[in-house]
């Protein structure tokens, strides 16, 4: 009887890895992990254009002024997503990235 109970105690998932779980099911993570991605190519986008060809066009204030608001919204939103501990590899890189000297 022992041994039964033990059993059912190690196969019951525990709440935060079974959200996860579902998420990863669901396709939740890879879906955000690729609107992320996307918004970081647009933004690289526009910031390269800028540095190929603003000065000549005049187009580097009025891009540059889209653009960091959409990287300010990225980063928080990533940082968000950090500090709730949705992968241990990424807290784990964060807090390394954290205790180098000179990075912010």
Do not use: Y
Not at 34 to 57: K, N, Q, Y
Not at 73 to 92: E, N, T
Request: glycine share 10%; with cysteine; charged share 25%.
């Amino acid at each position: 009887m022992a041994h039964c109970a033990n059993q059912h105690v190690r196969n019951r998932p525990i709440e935060p890895g079974r959200a996860q779980a579902l998420q990863h099911a669901s396709g939740a993570h890879r879906r955000r992990l690729e609107a992320w991605r996307g918004e970081m190519l647009a933004c690289l986008a526009h910031t390269e254009a800028v540095i190929d060809f603003g000065e000549e066009e005049g187009l580097a204030a009025g891009v540059l002024d889209g653009v960091r608001p959409r990287v300010a919204a990225l980063l928080g939103d990533l940082a968000r997503h950090l500090r709730a501990g949705a992968h241990p590899h990424f807290k784990a890189v964060s807090l390394r990235r954290r205790a180098q000297p000179g990075v912010a």
